[in-house]
């Protein structure tokens, strides 16, 4: 199946035809109108026909399956304000701190806006599909029915913010840079082209033969791209907070080391214009203060020392925005829907650490997790419990029943899904909502006896060694340490000895980076199209692999396998089957304590701040956002 869409007048931007552009320096006349008509039509008619044909057709968007959904000529895109006014300034809080501008690297707590505000890829994503990328650096983007290679033909405008050309060689010199020096998910993805070919100054061809992976090309869509001329690959893995040159539509003015970051419009930006930006990037200038302090960074927010606030906690959305802003309207709380799967909460096990190894032993410390007492007591009965890695969505395996294509793709490993979790009856444990269920007491302390420990007056200990059952729970944040206290309690009940450790952020990320804690609270963010970066999350080469997301060190056949057939699915119902039976996968090794997930996205915002009417199936976008004309001050009271 051919998932590129034909884009006519792309493909004629490839050939030796006047552009739209240069035609309107030519005095306007009957002749050259009636030529430019007669080279579209010839045009298309060859483009529809090396379509139908099977060929591949250069086109401006890419699909991971089916086709793009904007047709072509498309103005905007379908969540944002495309006559948004462009002008004022926001400010943006983050908790936590930072060290260096590179976010592309290993090493350093990164300003992260870098990607995507300064630095930009050969493709946009669509927010309004599961996997669909349409042109930004890169005009067109070709390939075939099989993906064995992709073509990108940079749009001949496009230059850095220093004014050089961005070119073919600064494309091959990223992939390059990333490969060998990157983090360890452009490493991985990068290493899989076979041969970069430079056709000439603005194409780049990426052999991809023997990848088996069609996500690839997609991938390759949304690399960054950085300037080989002023970047020096020797030192590239190395901290930095010099102001970074891209060819996005800011640069960084002003830098306060570990407090904030602005960036400011660029006036030269090449790409402004185009389709794919309009309505994005409204502010003037957008400025990002840091905070270290949850208690802090909410009363900065009351303050108005920032403009627009995400709000995760349940308790403080529901008692502590009674402030008089709000009451007169000066900050306006809304809820946006989202179509993705939920961002839930883990607690993460180590399992490269002994006492963890044991599924048994596993299972037994998530049992004794009580959703429903902490939900009620501390989050006012607002989040819903997690079950699945893609909650909420029609990729999650939680109460479905494996299909036939699902258990085809399991056979090879009769003892990688429990069967409850096969059939589609399995469900986390609900408890008694008292905070001291018997039931789920007794039940975990079987587990850990037949894990072979044993309880001694009030302690548990391995029964061969001796040696107590203890582990650490790392924390950064006040409110993460209140959570594994509650839960740090209720594993004392069965003997279990855990210690909660609250660190700063960048010894949390240093820790995390290098795998070096027992326990963690994560979440992994994931989309509608699920793809290479499952293998960083879980796949078996990205356990020993620092600064990889596979935190909880997990190894499994089956989990590779999976992975490896979601990538290489055609059809959406062998995608979602592939995704459905890698959540069984994961479910039935009890890599984490399932927590919780909010069912929408909660946002304050001080009311000179607009954003579009429609949300994106993403949820809201602070890039469509823009300053409210004549609404300058916040007033405070």
Not at 23 to 30: D, F, I, Q
Not at 104 to 110: D, E, H, M, Q, S
Not at 171 to 197: C, M
Request: with cysteine.
């Amino acid at each position: 199946m051919i998932v590129l869409q034909s884009r006519t007048v792309d493909r004629i931007a490839l050939n030796p035809i006047p552009t739209m552009h240069a035609l309107r320096t030519v005095p306007a006349g009957y002749g050259m109108r009636a030529a430019w008509c007669a080279a579209l039509w010839f045009a298309g008619l060859a483009a529809g026909a090396a379509a139908e044909a099977g060929h591949p057709v250069a086109a401006n968007a890419i699909a991971m399956q089916g086709a793009p959904a904007l047709a072509d000529g498309f103005t905007a895109l379908p969540y944002v304000n495309p006559d948004a006014p462009k002008a004022g300034r926001i400010v943006e809080g983050v908790l936590g701190t930072f060290d260096s501008l590179n976010p592309l690297i290993v090493l350093g707590l990164p300003v992260q806006p870098i990607r995507g505000y300064v630095v930009e890829s050969l493709m946009a994503r669509s927010y309004d599909e599961p996997f669909t990328l349409y042109g930004l650096l890169a005009r067109t983007v070709e390939t075939d029915d099989a993906r064995s290679y992709v073509t990108f033909t940079l749009d001949p405008a496009a230059h850095f913010s220093d004014g050089v050309p961005v070119t073919a060689a600064d494309i091959v010199f990223s992939w390059q840079l990333l490969r060998d020096h990157g983090r360890p998910n452009h490493r991985t993805y990068y290493a899989k082209v076979a041969k970069a070919e430079m056709l000439d100054a603005r194409t780049v061809r990426f052999d991809l033969s023997g990848s088996d992976d069609r996500e690839l090309p997609l991938i390759l869509g949304l690399m960054p791209v950085l300037p080989k001329h002023a970047l020096d690959a020797a030192t590239f893995e190395n901290t930095t907070l010099a102001k970074p040159i891209g060819s996005g539509p800011y640069i960084v003015a002003g830098v306060d080391t570990g407090k904030s970051v602005s960036f400011k419009r660029d006036p030269n930006y090449w790409g402004r214009a185009l389709a794919i930006n309009r309505g994005l990037w409204n502010f003037d200038e957008v400025r990002f203060d840091f905070y270290r302090d949850e208690n802090a960074y909410f009363e900065a927010f009351k303050a108005g020392l920032y403009d627009v606030r995400s709000e995760t906690d349940p308790t403080r959305w529901q008692t502590s925005y009674d402030f008089p802003a709000v009451r007169d309207g000066r900050v306006v709380k809304e809820t946006f829907p989202t179509g993705l799967p939920k961002f839930a909460s883990d607690f993460v096990f180590n399992t490269r650490r002994p006492m963890f190894s044991d599924v048994r032993t596993r299972q037994a410390i998530a049992l004794l997790f009580d959703f429903e007492w902490i939900n009620r007591n501390f989050f006012y009965g607002l989040y819903r419990r997690s079950a699945s890695f893609f909650d909420d969505s029609e990729l999650s395996a939680y109460h479905r029943p494996a299909d036939a294509r699902e258990r085809a793709l399991l056979a090879p490993f009769p003892d990688a899904v429990r069967a409850d979790v096969l059939d589609g009856s399995w469900s986390p444990p609900v408890s008694d909502g008292s905070g001291r269920d018997r039931d789920t007491l007794r039940q975990a302390l079987a587990l850990l006896e037949a894990a072979g420990y044993e309880l001694k007056g009030t302690t548990l200990r391995e029964r061969a060694s001796g040696r107590p059952l203890a582990f650490e729970i790392m924390v950064t944040s006040r409110d993460d340490e209140r959570l594994a206290l509650s839960f740090a309690s209720a594993l004392a009940r069965a003997g279990i000895s855990v210690q909660v450790r609250l660190v700063d952020a960048v010894q949390y990320e240093q820790r995390r980076s290098s795998f070096e804690f027992d326990m963690i609270e994560y979440r992994w963010e994931q989309s509608l199209s699920p793809g290479n970066e499952q293998s960083v999350y879980w796949g078996s080469a990205a356990a020993d692999q620092q600064g990889s997301r596979n935190y909880m060190g997990v190894k499994n056949a089956a989990i590779d396998a999976m992975i490896a057939a979601l990538l290489r699915a055609r059809e959406r119902p062998d995608f979602v089957a592939a995704v459905r039976a890698l959540d069984r996968v994961l479910i039935s090794g009890c890599y984490v304590v399932p927590l919780f997930y909010l069912p929408a996205q909660w946002v304050a915002r001080w009311n000179f701040i607009g954003h579009p009417a429609a949300s994106s199936l993403s949820g809201y976008l602070p890039e469509t956002w823009w300053r409210q004309p004549g609404k300058t001050t916040k007033t405070l009271q």
